[in-house]
């Protein structure tokens, strides 16, 4: 059973290696480079950034950016959001990380099943096309909070399933929209030994998730109570508005707790 904890959110390409020098200094071995309104990285950068996690032993991975519905009525929204998710997995190469987290979309007006199935469509047509490129990553649908967008449970394992992609298991996402963290339906639904998660304090009500807020050491207590009985290797990306300092204090518990 291993741990990696790191914060969302790398800076820009400058100070990039200064914040992963920082990161190291204080214990975290992960960090997911967020592109959150654009890939901002070029690949000469990407390598360099890459090259400085790997020597110090900082696992990487990639958030996409959140302008992506997979589900659109519109097919030029598709097709650009298609790129979003590609232009991120190609920078995510340059710089060895294998995974690229991202939202699917929103349901709209159409019944689950249709939205799953326009989802796995363009999810299958990614994969074919990273592959074609010979990129080393994989695509990672979230489960999602607003009880209007896709990412159920339900739906992540399914789309595992049924395409072959990995996933991203955000626990404050499953608070919000099933109003618990419903560890066992979890454990079973993702039996992988690797998991990539996410986790922060979050505010919520009857829709659903609302913001990310620093996350109380008790939530904290609660997922490693569940956690620690198992035999997997574990990434937790922390998404509060201070994820560094969040991430930092999550490691100190957890330290605390295995002892």
Request: aromatic share 10%.
């Amino acid at each position: 059973m291993s741990i990696k904890f790191g914060p969302a959110g790398l800076g820009g390409a400058n100070e990039a290696v200064l914040n992963l020098e920082k990161f190291k200094k204080i214990g975290l071995s992960a960090c997911e480079v967020a592109f959150t309104y654009g890939v901002y990285l070029k690949k000469n950068d990407a390598e360099r950034i890459g090259l400085a996690a790997k020597k110090m032993g900082i696992e990487l991975s990639v958030h996409a950016p959140y302008w992506i519905n997979l589900n659109s009525k519109e097919k030029e929204k598709i097709e650009a959001s298609k790129k979003r998710i590609l232009d991120s997995c190609e920078i995510a190469h340059y710089m060895k990380a294998k995974r690229v987290v991202f939202h699917s979309g929103y349901y709209g007006k159409d019944a689950p099943e249709e939205s799953f199935q326009n989802i796995k469509k363009c999810i299958l047509e990614i994969k074919d096309k990273a592959r074609e490129n010979k990129w080393d990553v994989e695509i990672c649908p979230e489960i999602m909070g607003k009880k209007n967008v896709f990412g159920s449970i339900d739906e992540i394992e399914r789309l595992k399933k049924e395409t072959g992609c990995g996933f991203c298991i955000d626990f404050a996402h499953i608070l919000t929209r099933y109003g618990r963290y419903d560890f066992e339906s979890i454990k079973k639904s993702f039996p992988e030994k690797k998991w990539h998660c996410h986790f922060s304090g979050i505010t919520y009500g009857p829709k659903g998730e609302k913001h990310h807020k620093k996350t109380p050491e008790e939530e904290w207590k609660k997922l490693f109570s569940f956690l620690k009985n198992l035999s997997k290797e574990i990434v937790i990306i922390n998404e509060s508005p201070s994820p560094v300092r969040d991430s930092a204090e999550g490691m100190n518990i957890w330290k605390k707790i295995k002892e």
